[in-house]
């Protein structure tokens, strides 16, 4: 004979024999009971009323890209342009500070002339 063995009336386990099994509680203390079924039966099916049923399992919706806003998009080149400059401003600084220590070099590692 074919048994489910019911769980939270899910079916989480079909198995053949002779005599019912018969399964101990879950860790968590849940009954785990065997029921007769037929061939069609199958682990994550639903035990309900003494009828098998199919569970019905949503369909993910596809997630729809994040468009930014035209506001958001003004923001973005606002802060790329403001990036951009301190990186001139820094790279300006960095060749006018390596132009100060050529100089010092040129005069003899002396800078008090």
């Not at 074919?2 to 019912?20: F, P, R």
């Not at 399964?23 to 037929?38: L, Q």
């Not at 790329?80 to 070099?105: D, Q, V």
């Amino acid at each position: 004979m074919t048994y489910a063995m019911i769980m939270s009336e899910s079916v989480i386990d079909v198995l053949t024999s002779e005599a019912a099994p018969q399964w101990p509680p879950s860790p968590e203390g849940f009954k785990v009971t065997a029921v007769e079924c037929d061939s069609s039966v199958y682990i994550g099916m639903l035990y309900i009323n003494g009828e098998f049923h199919e569970q019905d399992i949503p369909q993910p919706k596809p997630v729809q890209p994040y468009r930014p806003t035209t506001v958001e998009l003004a923001i973005m080149e606002t802060q790329a342009t403001i990036y951009e400059e301190l990186n001139a401003s820094r790279l300006a600084s960095a060749e006018a500070t390596a132009e100060i220590y050529e100089a010092i070099l040129l005069m003899g590692g002396n800078a008090n002339g």
